[in-house]
Nanobody, 125 residues
């Protein structure tokens, strides 16, 4: 059974850190581009980061650049998102997704095939 499961969300104060994990089962996550997305209440889902499988190159949205770091652990079949210096505007449900037609981060949100159920991140004092 193909599945992506996110974990690591929670409540954190502004300036704090969280590490999200995306665990794959039923397929090898290391073969494909993996993206992180988020959706805040009343807003559209937006891209956060992507990591390619061909060269491990990472990409970030401007609003998280310098604060978030995406990485792979192919032995564990996971992709992680380290989030530092969190801001209240980072509050959202965070999703990971795999683009099984591409190794590189060249697709759009619509091209991602497998999605996790999401994990809530709340940044508040």
């Amino acid at each position: 059974q193909v599945q992506l499961v996110e974990s690591g969300g929670g409540l954190v104060q502004p300036g704090g850190s969280l590490r999200l994990s995306c665990q794959a089962s039923g397929f090898i996550l290391g073969y494909y581009a993996v993206g992180w997305f988020r959706q805040a209440p009343g807003k559209e889902r937006e891209g956060v980061s992507c990591i390619s499988s061909s060269d491990g190159k990472a990409y970030y949205a401007d609003y998280v650049k310098g604060r978030f770091t995406v990485s792979r652990d192919n032995d564990e079949n996971t992709v992680s998102l380290q989030m530092n210096n969190l801001k209240p505007e980072d509050t959202a449900v965070y999703y990971c997704a795999a683009d099984i037609d591409r190794q590189d981060c060249i697709g759009t949100m619509a091209t991602y095939d497998y999605w996790g159920q999401g994990t809530q991140v709340t940044v508040s004092s």
